[in-house]
């Protein structure tokens, strides 16, 4: 005859609630006596009242199971219902890992595996559909993970990181910056923008804040040098930002056809500043990063968007256009 352990007992029927039970598939003793058999052998010693007992133990120590009470003769139910993540939760979690680029394919399954084990195994297999992305964008690189596990610590502790930056060619060779040499940073935060991560970094060179897409650094490196704590607003950054392209920040004012006043709300927030301009249109006015994302921005919306000002902006967005329609013509 088998003899389970006490503790070991308690921790096995804490495992079977949290794996095989849920708000809509319950376990009565009988059904949990058969699971230990199912695992130890037929032979093994286990009575109803040991079982009742640990059931308390787990309830007594803040292990939720939830007790079907007996009706009409019926033996009880037990589950365990109240987790720290509701399906719709994980769901959400599966999807945003599916549609992150910066994690690579075997990473992401093994990811969305882990995310699975918080739910039961039935719930578990809800979560199996998940969005589908084109499976092409995904990350080659293992080692994202660990440069944005080196960076959260820098920015918390604020060390001084430094780091190789690089872009890609024509021919898809990775080329590094600068001939190769290294950048060296105070790093203020890390940012989630256009599906990638960025850092946000003073630039000791350039002696100016500039963002880097955390996929394209290497060899990052934190160092044993501080700097000091610096206020730094990370969302008014990134709203001033247009996909990320860095520049000088300028009062823009620019009209807007009325169809567009969500996706101006959806980017800068209700608060922005905007203006009835006519029956028809209205006229944004913020502050903004001059770069050729904005440009490439405003040009998005063709005759539905007109630049006011800084006449800066207004001539490169004409000359764009000009330089579009000649590649027409």
Sequence with gaps: MTRIDNKERLLRLMNIFSQETDEEHELSLDDIIHRFKQIYGPDVKLNKNSLK????????????????????????????QYRLFELHELRMLVDAVVSAKFIT?????????????????????????????????????PFIRLAIHDLHHAITERNIVTFQYGRYDIDKNFNLSHEGRLYKVKPYAL??????????????EAGQIRHYRVDRLRNVNILNESF???SFDVSKYVQSTFHMFAG????????????????????????????KDDEHHFILSTKARISGGLVNWILNFGSNA????????????????????????
């Design 191 to 204: 940012t989630w923008a256009n599906d990638f991560y960025y850092l946000i970094a003073y630039y000791y």
């Design 248 to 275: 000088d920040e300028e009062w823009i004012k620019i009209k807007f056809h009325n169809q567009l006043i969500n996706v101006i709300i959806d980017k800068f927030g209700k608060d922005v500043d905007i203006q």
């Design 306 to 329: 007109k630049v006011i000002s800084p006449p800066s902006l207004l001539e490169t967005v004409k000359e764009e256009v000009a330089k579009m329609y000649e590649l027409y013509d």
């Design 105 to 141: 394919k075997q990473e992401t399954r093994q990811l969305i595996g882990k995310i699975k084990k918080l739910a039961s195994t039935h719930q578990g297999k809800k979560l199996q559909n998940e969005i589908q992305v084109d499976s092409s964008i995904k990350s080659e690189s």
């Design 53 to 80: 007992d640990d059931i308390n133990h787990l309830i007594n120590h803040s292990f939720d199971v939830t007790i079907n009470q007996e009706k009409d003769g019926l033996p009880k139910y037990y589950s365990h």
């Design 228 to 230: 000091p704590y610096e």
